[in-house]
């Protein structure tokens, strides 16, 4: 092979490996904002659980805002975790 056709070889190879960093880094950074993502939605997840068993217990309390507050935490567990799905799903 030619000097000057290794070296532009050489040349577009070192340019294409610093994108394929910059490329696994932002995946390496996406994959640990979807883990803290994660994180917080096991959070609401137990938070979610422990008002069931707490609604359980205080059968007495008004119902409907319990409901009322189950329903939008569910509701944010849901998404959140749709997101994260998503989010796995385009790597």
Not at 52 to 60: E, I, S, T, V, Y
């Amino acid at each position: 092979m030619e000097d000057s056709a290794f070296s532009d070889f050489k040349r577009e190879l070192t340019a294409l490996a610093t994108i394929r960093d910059e490329l696994k880094l932002k995946a390496h950074l996406a994959r640990a904002e979807v883990k803290n993502e994660l994180n917080e939605l096991e959070r609401r997840w137990l938070l979610a659980d422990e008002q069931l068993q707490r609604a359980k217990a205080h059968a007495k309390q008004d119902v409907s805002i319990m409901q009322g507050e189950f329903k939008t935490l569910l509701s944010d567990l849901k998404r959140g975790y749709l997101n994260a799905k998503r989010a796995f799903e385009t790597d």
